[in-house]
């Protein structure tokens, strides 16, 4: 059986298999209806003024710091969602924003962040009140080098490489089976085995 597909249990069960739930309980949840994942490749230029990298000098093939930028993360807004034949189910055109940093190769106390924007269309199960988000998503890779030097710019050419996640979420009420509240175990000095992770969707 799948680690996906496996029954809901009350922890470790003894040989005899596991009590029947004693309650019904209404909560409220966040309820993926759908979702997806992809790893896109873009290239972009950056046009970097010499006035926000002052120290030089520059030139082709310099290598410059790639990073996202500290305390943001890649983003996307939705563009328009258009319904298809299949009922429930929409063809949705987003803008996906990468934020990143980049560092002057001769002085790294000199940075600049840009934001790497493109659109991507998907078909999820999106039924109404749902709303799109990409909190997940992640910049895997970004290699940036200068491909261009002006009198008062440098041209900066960044490959990225993005794990996209998408999800089509709505906070529901929802009716689960119960067996009551949690109860604590009782602190150890040892620690036991703690659950594994779940499966990554890019890595």
């Given at each position: 059986m799948s680690e996906c597909r496996q029954p809901v249990v009350p922890g470790l069960?003894?040989?005899?298999?596991?009590?029947?739930?004693?309650?019904?309980?209404?909560i409220v949840?966040?309820?993926?209806?759908?979702?997806c994942f992809q790893v896109d490749e873009r290239t972009r230029d950056i046009i970097i003024g010499t006035d926000d990298w002052p120290?030089?000098?520059?030139?082709?093939?310099?290598?410059?710091?790639?990073?996202?930028?500290?305390?943001?993360?890649?983003?996307?807004t939705e563009l328009s969602r258009i319904p298809t034949s299949e009922p429930g189910f929409f063809t949705i055109t987003l803008a996906i924003s990468v934020p990143v940093t980049l560092t002057n190769p001769n002085a790294i106390g000199e940075t600049v962040d840009?934001?790497?924007?493109?659109?991507?269309?998907?078909?999820?199960?999106?039924?109404e009140g749902t709303s799109?988000?990409?909190?997940?998503?992640?910049?895997?890779?970004?290699?940036c080098i200068i491909t261009g030097v002006g009198a008062e710019s440098v041209t900066v050419t960044c490959d990225i490489q993005?794990?996209?996640?998408?999800?089509?979420?709505?906070?529901?009420?929802?009716?689960?089976p119960s067996y009551g509240f949690c109860v604590p175990a009782p602190c150890v000095?040892?620690?036991?085995?703690c659950p594994p992770l779940p499966p990554a969707q890019c890595f």
């Open positions: 069960c003894p040989p005899e298999g596991c009590p029947p739930f004693d309650r019904i309980e209404c949840v966040e309820k993926v209806y759908d979702s120290t030089g000098p520059f030139g082709v093939g310099d290598i410059v710091g790639c990073a996202v930028t500290e305390g943001a993360g890649v983003s996307c840009t934001i790497f924007t493109f659109t991507k269309t998907v078909t999820l199960c999106a039924p799109i988000n990409c909190d997940q998503s992640a910049l895997m890779f970004c290699s993005v794990c996209v996640v998408i999800k089509s979420t709505l906070v529901v009420q929802l009716l689960v000095t040892l620690p036991g085995a």
